[in-house]
């Protein structure tokens, strides 16, 4: 079997819009230049947030269910047979988390996994606005192999 990744590392600013188009962009590119998983930057919606401890970025987070960024990317994963584990900023009951959204080529989330090992620290505040997740360490089988994601220090 073979197998062609492709890693979006771009600069991100302005708008949520603006970046989630940015990321649109570069993954339809990625999808007509062959890939089948196609990697987004870490919570590509906005600007690293967790430099400073503000209360605002709270407002931020959205849930999974409902979630337009996730459900755009599922049209795009079905449209071209790819596999895109989305990055967003998770706000589930009481608490936030730093998740991962795998959309599978068929364009259906098959899982959701959530950041397990949470820097603190000058210019990671990130204890400040996610929870350690809850999920454990996940793998699901695609059609391009089974693949598992880790965000950041996990």
Not at 25 to 52: D, H, I, M
Not at 86 to 92: L, P, T
Not at 100 to 118: C, F, P, Q, T, W
């Amino acid at each position: 079997m073979k197998i062609r990744v492709a890693g979006i590392q771009c600069a991100l600013g302005g708008t949520r819009e603006e970046n989630v188009e940015r990321i649109e962009s570069w993954v339809l590119r990625a999808a007509k230049e062959g890939a089948n998983v196609v990697l987004p930057p870490e919570l590509f919606e906005g600007p690293y947030f967790c430099k400073t401890e503000e209360t605002k970025f709270f407002d931020w987070a959205r849930p999974l269910e409902g979630n337009a960024t996730i459900e755009r990317f599922q049209k795009i994963a079905k449209a071209h047979r790819l596999v895109i584990p989305i990055s967003f900023y998770e706000h589930a009951g009481q608490a936030y988390y730093n998740s991962v959204a795998m959309i599978g080529a068929d364009g259906e989330v098959m899982g959701l996994y959530r950041k397990s090992h949470i820097p603190d620290g000058p210019g990671y505040e990130e204890k400040y606005y996610f929870r350690g997740g809850d999920t454990g360490f996940k793998a699901w089988k695609t059609p391009h192999g089974t693949l598992g994601v880790g965000i950041c220090w996990d």
